[in-house]
């Protein structure tokens, strides 16, 4: 079992910067598939980005809407995944989740994740 712990959320204008992290508990961090998600008033849960259990090259997937402004990426060793984001839009003000999966392939549908985070908020001003 794995304890997710997310942080890094605030207030930030259009345009800004915030860097997510999720620190997860336990000594089989690097057996997880890692992922983002995303959750805004009245919308359901979707999907941001992933990566795989050794985070090396190519190892990465995102949804369109986030491709060249958001970063995931994860240190095994310090058991924490990542998520930088750039360029933030006002459409992106959710409430972000990591989350967790056994399985090594890289999935997007949230019911295929094992573990989750309590959430941080990210709001971004226009």
């Known amino acids: 079992q794995v304890q997710l712990v997310e942080s890094g959320g605030g207030l930030v204008q259009a345009g800004g910067s915030l860097r997510l992290s999720c620190a997860a508990s336990?000594?089989?961090?690097?057996?997880?598939?890692m992922g983002w998600f995303r959750q805004a008033p009245g919308k359901e849960r979707e999907f941001v980005a992933a990566?795989?259990?050794?985070?090396?090259?190519?190892?990465?997937y995102y949804a369109d809407f986030v491709k060249g402004r958001f970063t995931i990426s994860r240190d095994n060793a310090k058991n924490t995944v990542y998520l930088q984001m750039n360029s933030l839009k006002p459409e992106d003000t959710a409430v972000y989740y990591c989350?967790?999966?056994?399985?090594?392939?890289?999935?997007?549908?949230?019911?295929?994740?094992?573990?989750w985070g309590q959430g941080t908020q990210v709001t971004v001003s226009s």
């Open positions: 989350a967790a999966r056994s399985g090594y392939r890289i999935m997007v549908g949230a019911d295929l994740y094992d573990y």
């Open positions: 336990g000594r089989t961090f690097s057996s997880y598939t």
């Open positions: 990566i795989s259990r050794s985070g090396g090259s190519g190892s990465t």
